[in-house]
């Protein structure tokens, strides 16, 4: 169910270039189910910001009625959040949108986990659940270079972790799609979250394979009613990024 | 007697708060969130005899002190509307009010036509104000002449009172007014968006597709206030306003002014409770005022 609730902050910090994680408490932490879900954040009550931005989940915690956003600083919204200290609050609306279906994966199975940049950070709730259920993960994690890498060790705690940089300033240089046709690693699922361009990408690379893709759009209410986030469907339709989305079956989405 | 009720043609409201056309979808989203029949009424979002698909992302930008839009007036059209959407509505208590666009006067007549058939529709909204479709919409909303003819047509079809919705991106709204006044039009609703337009500060292009988007929020509240204060005085049919609604201070404001009803936009994607929020505020600030009833601060700051 969706709900409001201003949240207190308990832990931020920087972990990459311009890369901040912040977690927040709350009771609306207890609608948090499904992996690759994102709240719509409200950071400042002002003129400028004043829309919410929606930002993905990357972790949740439900007994300490926690979760983790890792996101990007630079926008006038992003920039106020990361300025927020410990026992600040922040207006926070969701769980919203559709997440990853870890049940479409069996437990036994392989899952490929493909990240480019501030799409990495879904992933990683993703993945916890996944091995959870005892589903193996790899994850393929594409970075512009070392200085915007994060999380790799807490992936690497999960499963096989491949760093891709486009300048090869920190693990393989290329494109994540690079590494995936070197390494042609076996897995029955995969799951991806990141740029168009490499969602694309990544879609092409595998035909025939099952897949899910979490998009990125620019976002009005966040709910479904402005038609803001709507992209085009291959049956000729169209859905809404926000609350059909943003995680859609392999094949549904006109890339 | 309930002090927020007011009377418009056609209808009598529990209170004069609604949300605008195009920021509440058909009202199913945010009655996840709160029981819709708390609203004075609802605005649907436009519809068209065809389906629109609307224009291309992205459809939105951030402003000073509001936002940009180009959605296109993207909706699943008459029949859908009036098979899935006006009858899910059913189920509360709430008038809507059906927003109504197309691109010639014989989609707007047929539109009208169906529509007002609908048993939960109690008024039309005509849309000759969208500006951001190429065909169809502010061409209606910027010529007196064309304006007068189209409401007429769409009165002649209706089953219900027609409210038109003006455009502000005209030399003289009251002109515009006093024309659909001539044409039949029951109410005016006002305003619609500003043309406006963002750039991209990296590569210098605009941010919405579009090239130029409808300017919203409270940074136009001043010029809607303005012109529903011409409005009012130029015209002998009520109004609803809306422009930057987000308090119950503006809410006063435009009652003031001269509107009868006020319809809430933007705000809605700030904070999804603001409807039922400004209604709940209300009684308090008419004692803080001391006023006994909405009705009567209509049109004050002419008096």
């Known amino acids: 169910m969706i709900q409001q609730e201003k949240m207190k902050v308990v832990r931020q910090q920087q972990v990459a270039d311009s890369i901040f994680e912040i977690t927040l408490e709350g009771q609306l932490t207890d609608q948090m189910q499904e992996p690759g879900q994102f709240v719509h954040l409200r950071v400042a009550d002002s003129y400028e910001p004043s829309l919410r931005r929606p930002i993905s989940i990357a972790n949740i915690d439900h007994d300490n009625k926690q979760f983790t956003m890792l996101y990007r600083a630079g926008g006038r919204g992003t920039d106020v959040l990361s300025k927020k200290q410990v026992g600040d609050v922040v207006d926070v609306l969701g769980p919203l949108g559709h997440g990853f279906p870890v049940e479409e994966t069996q437990p036994g199975e392989t899952a490929l986990l493909v990240g480019g940049g501030i799409g990495v950070p879904p992933l990683y709730e993703l993945s916890k659940r996944l091995n959870e259920r005892g589903v193996k993960t790899i994850h393929v994690l594409g970075f512009r270079g070392a200085k915007d890498v994060f999380y790799e060790e807490e992936f690497n705690q999960l499963g096989e972790t491949y760093i891709v940089t486009e300048d090869g300033s920190s693990g393989h240089q290329g494109f994540v799609t690079t590494l995936i046709n070197e390494k042609n690693p076996a897995f029955d699922t995969f799951y991806t979250c990141g740029p168009t361009p490499m969602l694309r990408a990544v879609d092409q690379a595998f035909p025939g394979k099952k897949g899910f893709l979490s998009f990125e759009e620019r976002m009005g209410c966040g709910i479904g009613a402005c038609y803001a986030c709507v992209c085009d469907t291959t049956d000729g339709g169209y859905k809404k990024v926000c609350s059909d989305g943003p995680v859609f079956a392999k094949g549904v989405v006109a890339l | ?303």
């Open chain 2, 1 to 303: 007697m309930n002090r927020l009720e007011i009377a418009l043609p056609g209808v009598t409201l529990k209170n004069p708060i609604m949300p605008a056309s195009g920021c509440f979808g058909f009202g199913q989203e945010y009655a996840q969130l709160y029981d819709l029949s708390k609203l004075g009424a609802i605005m649907i979002k436009a519809t068209t005899a065809e389906q629109r698909r609307g224009n291309p992302t992205p459809r939105v930008a951030e402003t000073a002190a509001g936002m940009l839009n180009a959605i296109g007036l993207q909706n699943p059209g008459l029949e859908h509307v009036l098979a899935h959407e006006l009858p899910w509505l059913e189920k509360y208590d709430v008038p809507i009010i059906a927003n109504v666009a197309g691109s010639e006067t014989e989609d707007y007549v047929q539109v009208a036509r169906e529509i007002s058939k609908a048993p939960n529709v109690y008024a039309l909204e005509l849309n000759i104000s969208c500006p951001n479709v190429k065909c169809g919409g502010i061409q209606f909303g910027t010529d007196p002449d064309v304006a007068e003819a189209l409401v007429r047509a769409v009165k002649e079809a209706a089953g219900v009172p027609v409210y038109v919705k003006l455009s502000p991106n005209v030399t003289s709204i009251v002109d515009m007014a006093k024309a659909v006044e001539r044409g039949g039009a029951d109410a005016i609703t006002m305003i619609n968006t500003l043309v406006g337009m963002r750039l991209d500060q990296r590569t210098g292009k605009p941010v919405i597709a579009n090239g130029t988007g409808g300017l919203s929020g409270p940074g136009i509240k001043p010029v809607a206030i303005r012109m529903v204060y011409e409005v009012y005085k130029a015209v002998n049919i009520p109004i609803i306003g809306m422009g930057g609604v987000s308090t119950v201070e503006d809410v006063i404001d435009f009652l003031s002014a001269g509107a009868s009803a006020v319809a809430v936009g933007t705000a809605n994607f700030v904070e999804p409770f603001i409807c039922p929020n400004l209604i709940d505020a209300l009684p308090q600030k008419l004692d803080e005022l001391g006023v006994e009833n909405v009705q009567d601060l209509i049109g004050r700051s002419h008096r």
